[in-house]
């Protein structure tokens, strides 16, 4: 310790010229720091000194000497405050120090001065072990307070207007009495006029076979012509459809009146009904009637 403090004593009269002129302006700040006792800022100005000269080849010596006092500096200052961060910030120093050397001579890895080195940075790492395991390790990051949620304002919950008075819709299963007395005079007219066809082709049918017997008694006297033949068989023909067009207007004529009659039945109890809609057809062949029945209520 002595003679790292008489060196020191020297630097500070006369930097030496092994240093640069940016190194030694922290050297000089760095022992004015040292002979206040302020060994923290001295540290921090001796490692400025220390990085102004970054080639480990060319700036050896200074390099050596500028370690020995952040050295001797780290260790009073671990004295001074007994905490392990100085002699953790001396092992990093050294190690960075060992690793430039090497990596400046590749050729002399056991050189003095590397022994010298690697003997320091053992002794110090013997020191910390001595402490406790993973002293040189940051302390956690403090745990984030707890946050409060603000409590909700509460205030007096509005009052609620009252809906108002809706109108049930109308169901549209409902048929109205007039609806029904419409359809159902409606049914009536239809039935009649049905009555009327099937009137006609009764007549018709009846005057076609009176035109066939007239000329099938014409045929006792003389053997009948192609073209009575011809005229015989399309009365026959015509006779036949008007009895088809007969029967099936009649069938519908029938049907149309119950259905008339229902549906005014319905219109005057306003009870429950059925839907009911019918749709006649007739061709020279036939006719019909198609009849659609949906149950619902009436009133």
Not at 184 to 192: E, K, N, R
Not at 200 to 223: F, L
Not at 230 to 237: A, M, P
Request: contains cysteine; glycine residues 8%; charged residues 20%.
């Amino acid at each position: 310790m002595v003679p790292v403090l008489a060196l020191a004593l020297i630097l500070a009269v006369e930097p030496p010229r092994s240093l640069s002129l940016e190194a030694a302006e922290h050297n000089t700040k760095a022992m004015q720091f040292y002979d206040a006792g302020q060994f923290g800022p001295a540290v921090d100005e001796f490692y400025a000194a220390y990085q102004a000269m970054p080639d480990a080849r060319r700036d050896r010596e200074g390099r050596e000497l500028l370690l020995g006092s952040m050295r001797a500096t780290l260790l009073a200052l671990y004295k001074q405050t007994s905490e392990p961060a100085p002699l953790c910030r001396l092992q990093k120093i050294l190690k960075e120090h060992l690793d430039a050397l090497t990596a400046a001579y590749p050729d002399e890895p056991e050189s003095l001065e590397a022994r010298s080195i690697r003997a320091r940075h053992d002794e110090v790492t013997q020191q910390l072990a001595a402490i406790g395991p993973n002293v040189c390790e940051p302390p956690p990051p403090p745990a984030p307070p707890p946050v409060v949620a603000a409590a909700p304002e509460t205030s007096a919950p509005a009052p609620t207007p009252a809906p108002a008075p809706t109108k049930a819709p109308a169901d549209p299963n409902i048929i109205p009495p007039r609806q029904l007395r419409i359809a159902g005079g409606v049914t009536l007219g239809l039935g009649v006029a049905l009555l009327g066809v099937m009137t006609y082709g009764i007549v018709a049918e009846a005057r076609t076979r009176g035109n066939a017997a007239k000329i099938r008694d014409a045929s006792t006297e003389c053997p009948l012509t192609p073209e009575q033949l011809s005229e015989l068989q399309d009365l026959r023909r015509d006779a036949l459809a008007g009895r088809r067009i007969a029967i099936g207007t009649g069938v519908a004529a029938g049907v149309m009146a119950i259905l008339g009659g229902t549906l005014l039945g319905l219109a005057r109890r306003s009870a429950r009904s059925e839907r009911w809609s019918a749709t006649p057809w007739w061709s020279t062949t036939g006719a019909g009637l198609t009849v659609h029945v949906r149950l619902g209520a009436a009133r």
